[in-house]
């Protein structure tokens, strides 16, 4: 994390990242060869997916956080059920919600409680859903000056004393929603989560975003600024709150706050500035 310095780290980078995607390929085909091996390929439904994806220079980001960017969110998610032919792809819309339910419905076992949905129709060529919800809380993309601080050698010593914390005012948390053409996103402080419910609420307590995906791909312009789609933006919110009803709940805890972050990052305790 942190700024890259010229166009050479940038290569290296990239360089780096695509040898990753080799070495991840070789992996996988071992897999895939011992299923052969073990006579298992032919009752095994094997998925292929990721958590996030990488920036990879994009918006001149790298890695991954607290954004709601295509290259972020849109990972890769490939099926193979040996009952159905391969080589076929889909625009369906997915979430990592959903794997389970999947694989279960693939069972035979029914599980109507979980908030996630089987993919099984879009194995078919149907649709699942109309939107996707995304929802990030980690401290790694609320504050980048946290971790600029760590350029300083005693950072650790004042993460671990409590004197280096995150700074919690900042509107780094996100909660947004995707569908077929649209990507909308609200950034807010872990001190202040809010469900909103109409525009002024939204536009009080969250730093907003919109994309037209079809007129620009790459995500450039902010659509939410402009009055003109005032109707856009509450439509998507509505959707968005729909969805972190229906797979999140009240969503209107600080628990971030509470205990330390538990994803592999510095952790930290203590009583968040007011």
């Known amino acids: 994390f942190g700024p890259v310095a010229d166009d050479e780290h940038w290569r290296a980078g990239l360089e780096f990242y695509l040898n990753c995607l080799r070495d991840v390929d070789r992996s996988i085909a071992l897999v895939l060869d011992a299923l052969v091996a073990s006579g298992q390929a032919d009752r095994t439904v094997v998925v292929f997916t990721a958590d996030h994806g990488e920036m990879a220079g994009s918006h001149g980001l790298r890695q991954k956080a607290n954004f709601v960017y295509d290259e972020n969110f849109h990972v890769p998610l490939v099926i193979a059920h040996p009952d159905l032919p391969g080589g076929t792809a889909t625009d369906a819309l997915a979430s990592a919600v959903d794997l389970v339910p999947t694989l279960l419905d693939l069972a035979g076992v029914e599980a109507p409680d979980l908030p996630g949905r089987s993919l099984v129709p879009a194995l078919t060529g149907g649709a699942v859903r109309e939107g996707v919800l995304t929802a990030v809380e980690t401290v790694i993309g609320l504050d980048a000056d946290f971790w600029r601080a760590f350029e300083d050698p ?11 914390r995150p700074d919690f005012r900042k509107r780094g948390f996100l909660r947004g929603y995707t569908d077929a053409r649209y990507t909308f996103g609200r950034y807010f402080s872990p001190l202040e989560p809010n469900r909103p ?12 975003v919109l994309y037209d995906r079809e007129t620009d791909p790459d995500e450039t312009v902010n659509l939410a600024a402009d009055p003109a789609h005032s109707d856009l933006v509450g439509d998507c919110s509505t959707r968005l709150e729909a969805l972190i009803t229906a797979e999140i709940g009240a969503d209107l805890d600080t628990w971030v706050l509470d205990r330390p972050n538990l994803v592999g990052y510095p952790a930290w305790r203590g009583d968040a500035p007011s």
């Open 154 to 164: 005693t950072a650790a010593d004042r993460l671990v004393s409590g004197e280096l």
């Open 197 to 208: 419910t109409d525009l002024e609420s939204l536009f009080a307590h969250n730093d907003v």
